[in-house]
Structure formats: C-alpha cells, structure tokens
C-alpha cells in the first residue's frame, strides 16, 4: 500500500466559494472525499494537509519523508515563487506531482513562472477538481511502476 501526501497550499481551504468562476464550485472537503476515495480504490492511504503557512507546508514536507512514498500538492501562489516549499520538496527526493485547478499559462503573466515545477515529476493543471484526480492517479502509476523496478 502507497502512502501519499495531499498537500494544498493558502486559500485552498476556500474552494467552492473563491472565485468559483476559475476555480470550480467542487468545494475543499468534497474534493478531499474525493481523492480518498480514489486512492482506497487503488489501495492507497492518502493523508491531507492544507495550510497557509508557507513554513508549516515545508515542516509537512519534511515530515514527509518519514511515512509518504510521494506528493501531490497544489501549492497555490507559492508556485509561483517559494523558493523555500521548492528545496524542500528536493531535499525529500519523493516524487511529487504539482496541481493546479486553472490553467495557469492562460492566466496573468505571473502566473507562468512555476518554481516548483522543475523537482516535480509531472504537473497537472487547467481541469479544475480533476486536476487533483489525474496527478493522483499519475502518482499511483508512477509509484507501482518504480516498485517493479526494485
């Protein structure tokens, strides 16, 4: 059985109310039913974590690498520039899939520079709740197909 970190980053807890017009009206707790739900289904336990704390993402990271086989996480706005969540995420060595409910290249310029992408194995984004959905599926293959390797 994989175990894996579900991690959403600041004002991820608000979905289904924020800006549902971008973001979906799929709110946090029904997508993290969701994703539960799924990874029993593929005999995986999945743990949640969400906060605004840059800091207590990266302590979630770190404490990762003691139990997660990997990650996937929405980073929100760190994305775009935490340099801090992108060392720690390289610093575990677990492979991580980066998720995003907007397209975020069909977005403000800002949004394009994804710092976390480049020590992620994949990323997802632009397919609202299902973004989640496929990173995690994504991860579970990635993960089987790494234990064969062993």
Partial sequence: MFKILLMHGPNLNLLGWREPGIYGTIGFDEINARMKRVAEENGCELRVFQSNSEGALVDAIHDARHWADGIVINPGAYSHYSIALRDALSAVKLPTIEVHLS????????????????????????????????????????????????
């Fill in 103 to 150: 397209n975020v290249h069909a977005r403000e310029e800002f949004r394009h520079r994804l710092v976390l992408t480049p020590v992620c194995v994949g990323m997802m984004c632009g397919f609202g709740w299902r973004s989640y959905l496929y990173g995690l599926l994504a991860l579970i293959e990635i993960l089987k197909e790494r234990a064969k390797e062993k």
